[in-house]
């Protein structure tokens, strides 16, 4: 489960949209980068082995600041061996407030690594 051998994206999905809901904000997109070159990839200083694997994820969701804060505090104590690099939240105007039926003030991406063995 910390490092698994296999991510089947549907699996993965399911994974993200768990923590999601229980962080009760709204998923709004889900996506993998398999393009990272683990040749020179450094985590801390240290080289990662080869048979390592990191898949970067972005996801974006919506909902109150509060509660997409909460998601980021689910992912990073989470048993999953994952690593966040980069995370905007950006306030919505009144009419994508609307356009969105009220899914929330914010909006945010979230990028981040998830580990595994190949």
């Known amino acids: 489960h910390i490092m698994p ?8 999905i ?9 962080s009760e904000v709204n998923m709004v997109e889900i996506t993998f980068n398999n393009s990272v070159d683990t040749t020179t990839f450094v985590v801390n200083n240290v080289n ?3 048979e390592i694997f990191p898949l970067g994820i972005n ?3 919506q909902g109150s600041r509060a509660y997409i804060m909460k998601l980021v505090t689910n992912i ?7 690593n966040s690099i980069a995370f905007q939240i950006t306030k919505k105007t009144q009419d994508d407030q ?3 039926g009220g899914l929330g003030e914010y909006n945010s991406t979230i990028n981040l690594f998830l580990y595994n063995w190949l």
């Open 5 to 12: 051998k296999d991510l089947p994206q549907n699996e993965l």
């Open 48 to 50: 990662v082995p080869v």
């Open 76 to 82: 990073e104590s989470n048993s999953r061996l994952m």
């Open 98 to 100: 609307k356009r969105t």
């Open 14 to 22: 399911e994974f993200y949209n768990d923590l999601i809901t229980l």
């Open 59 to 61: 996801l974006v969701v």
